[in-house]
């Protein structure tokens, strides 16, 4: 599964056609055309990958109560898996944390990458911190 980030407008695809299923209809897929636009993107960029089919991508939001990325996704498909999540470039840190936010562990992270176990229709919350622009790490909690 996909997140393309196109300047404002953010589209979600699926990377290979699946079977109909009850995900399907309760979350159905709209197109949108696009016209041309200028920007440092390509016209296709992939700001953010889940390798697993059976996961889905529910929230990416600012953390609320310090500077962090949260992401949250759940595994629809009633089967346990390895989750591998491609973050966006210049992400430092990933703690797993509970749907409050509070932090319960550190993953380790490399290359841009994270890997998560996930058990049927589990809901998993990351919290991924990035390093300033100055180049210093984001310790601000």
């Keep these: 599964m996909f997140l393309h980030f196109c300047g404002a407008v953010c589209l979600l695809a699926v990377g290979a056609l699946l079977k109909c299923s009850i995900h399907d209809y309760n979350h159905k897929r709209l197109p949108m055309p696009v016209g041309k636009h200028q920007g440092k993107f390509s016209p296709e960029h992939s700001f953010l990958q889940a390798d697993a089919d059976n996961v889905v991508i529910t929230a990416l939001k600012k953390a609320e109560d310090h500077n962090a990325l949260i992401l949250r996704f759940y595994g629809w498909a009633g089967k346990e898996s390895d989750v591998k999540i491609q973050l966006p470039p210049g992400a430092e840190s990933v ?47």
């Design 95 to 141: 703690s797993e944390t509970n749907l409050m936010e509070v932090s319960a562990g550190s993953l380790p992270l490399q290359n841009g990458t994270v890997d998560v176990h996930t058990k049927p229709y589990e809901i998993k919350t990351l919290e991924v911190m990035f390093v300033k622009q100055g180049g210093e790490g984001q310790t601000t909690h």
